[in-house]
Nanobody, 127 residues
Framework: QVQLVESGGGLVQAGGSLRLSCAAS????????MGWFRQAPGKEREFVAV????????HYADSVQGRFTISRDNAKNTVYLQMNSLKPEDTAVYYC????????????????????WGQGTQVTVSS
């Protein structure tokens, strides 16, 4: 069993920056792929970014490419999402998720691929 807790959300102005953190329990954290997803009111949960167990591979949604950076610190059992140049359309609840078994570069973008989820943290970007 893995528990995930997000933090770092808040209210920022367009063009600003925010850093989200996700603290994970369990000694097997370092072997899990970790993803970030977001969900705006009335919309489906969507993929944002993913990082491999080693940190050597990352992938981003086109909408955040060049603005967001995912990273992890396995010694601290923590994954991060650095968000720069924020836009109002980035407003959503952000969730981190853990994937026990990598299957393909396609599967890691799917909500159904992930085994564990955090409770989410609200990010609001004002114009």
């Amino acid at each position: 069993q893995v528990q995930l807790v997000e933090s770092g959300g808040g209210l920022v102005q367009a063009g600003g920056s925010l850093r989200l953190s996700c603290a994970a329990s369990g000694r097997t954290f370092s072997t899990y792929g970790m993803g970030w997803f977001r969900q705006a009111p009335g919309k489906e949960r969507e993929f944002v970014a993913v990082i491999s167990w080693s940190g050597g591979m990352t992938h981003y949604a086109d909408s955040v490419q060049g603005r967001f950076t995912i990273s992890r610190d396995n010694a601290k059992n923590t994954v991060y999402l650095q968000m720069n140049s924020l836009k109002p359309e980035d407003t959503a609840v952000y969730y981190c998720a853990a994937d026990r078994s990598f299957r393909s570069s396609f599967h890691v973008t799917l909500v159904t691929e992930y085994d564990y989820w955090g409770q989410g943290t609200q990010v609001t970007v004002s114009s």
